[in-house]
């Protein structure tokens, strides 16, 4: 790729991006203080502030409390009924829809199952209805709706908006659904990956807030990753960087269909951890609320299942879900020596209830193994958006893309 030169519209976009990136970080900051932190002119600072309050994006909020004896400084914030972002996140077993606000607050989420077996045609239908739903539940106007953000498992094409099968889709090879998603709801498509689209989630109004350099553990049906470095999504030459499920942790592990062995999504995801837990269960391993419940029908014995009886003590299911932890920490310990983050963010449905056992097991890992471990240690968190990070993630791709400053943006054709 060629390197590209700016000119100064380009900068100009960059610098209000830039300028509303700090208000939207601050609990209420002052246009003094945005050029202080930024290195702008407090004549430029001021002339991108009246432009943002005149587009009512942003507005002002009292005072400062803090004065240095002049004249208090006037509090800027992040008008949050200015506008409204959808999220769709598109699960090989589940579809979530949101919309949320500017400051990525959820107004309505809503799930139902994807349609099994069905083809793309008929899914991208079924996902139009959907957004229609929590639009209307809202009571959000698409005049409001800045566009709608797909977060969807990958590979993907992102250039061409395609996802390209998909391990866990049937009928997905190369389908163009943000064409179609777009076409079927009239409204604007940012796609990627869902793993990426959670970073994003906290990069927004998560975790990762605010911090320089992240990286993000997505766990839902299969492992994903997303990466934040010097405050820019990371997402590789192909745009899909971060597939820290395909990492190998257990070399003499179980083969992935990937192609390599001893993959974490292999060890980790909620169909290995059923399969782990019935085996030992079969094998005689019990003495819990399990072993019970699996002589009576071994089907009641899910991942859900599973995860509230580690969470409640039960032997079993808190041996295999330690095990997994160990393996996340593994990578996590990896992911620091290869990119030296600042932060590691877990979270996905798929450690639900025991986040704590995961968080623990990685913060123990992150204090003792890395080699950086001497300068700094790196901080680990359970993500705040819970269950909801990737459908919050989908949205905020919407708002990252139209108002964070992007160094691609500024240097792009």
């Not at 709706?145 to 390209?164: C, F, N, Y």
């Not at 192609?259 to 003495?287: K, Y």
């Not at 019970?292 to 299911?317: C, K, N, T, W």
Request: aromatic share 4%.
């Amino acid at each position: 790729m060629r390197q590209a030169g700016t000119n100064l519209p380009k900068v100009g976009r960059y610098n209000q991006a830039v300028v509303l990136d700090q208000i939207q970080l601050a609990d209420g900051i002052s246009r003094v203080e945005i050029a202080q932190l930024t290195g702008l002119t407090p004549q430029t600072v001021s002339g991108i502030v009246r432009r943002l309050l005149d587009e009512g994006i942003v507005r002002e909020d009292g005072a400062s409390r803090i004065s240095s004896g002049g004249k208090p400084r006037t509090l800027l914030r992040l008008n949050a009924d200015a506008g409204n972002a959808v999220g769709l996140h598109f699960d090989p077993v589940e579809l979530t829809c949101t919309v949320v606000d500017l400051l990525g607050r959820p107004l309505v989420v809503k799930r139902q199952p994807t349609p099994l077996g069905a083809e793309p045609s008929q899914v991208v239908k079924t996902m139009a209805e959907l957004v229609a739903d929590v639009l209307a539940e809202a009571g959000v106007p698409r005049g409001k709706v800045l566009g709608l953000g797909l977060a969807t498992p990958g590979p993907i094409d992102q250039k061409r908006g395609m996802v390209v099968a998909p391990p866990q889709l049937a009928h997905w090879t190369r389908v163009p659904v943000q064409r179609m998603l777009s076409e079927a709801t009239d409204l604007p498509v940012t796609l990627d990956n869902d793993a990426t689209a959670a970073a994003v989630g906290e990069r927004w109004s998560g975790a990762g807030k605010g911090v320089a350099n992240f990286a993000y553990l997505f766990f839902g049906t299969g492992v994903g990753g997303g990466l934040v470095l010097n405050h820019q999504v990371y997402r590789g030459g192909s745009f899909n960087a971060g597939e820290f499920g395909h990492s190998s942790v257990l070399p003499d592990g179980p083969e992935c269909y990937c192609g390599n062995r001893g993959c974490l999504e292999r060890l980790v995801n909620p169909s290995a951890i059923v399969a782990e837990v019935h085996r030992r269960l079969a094998s005689g391993a019990g003495g819990g609320v399990l072993s019970e419940a699996f002589e009576q029908d071994p089907v009641s014995v899910d991942h859900r299942s599973i995860l509230l009886a580690a969470a409640a003590g039960d032997p079993v299911a808190a041996a295999v879900i330690g095990e997994a932890a160990e393996h996340v920490a593994s990578l996590a310990v990896s992911i620091v020596n290869f990119i030296d983050v600042d932060l590691i963010v877990l979270g996905g449905h798929g450690i639900q209830h025991v986040e704590s056992w995961f968080v623990d097991a990685v913060a123990s890992a992150l204090a003792t193994r890395p080699l950086s471990r001497a300068i700094r240690v790196v901080q680990v968190e359970a993500s705040p958006l819970g269950t909801d990070a990737a459908v919050v993630g989908g949205a905020a791709l919407v708002l990252h893309a139209t108002y964070s400053p992007q160094l691609s943006a500024l240097l792009a054709d």
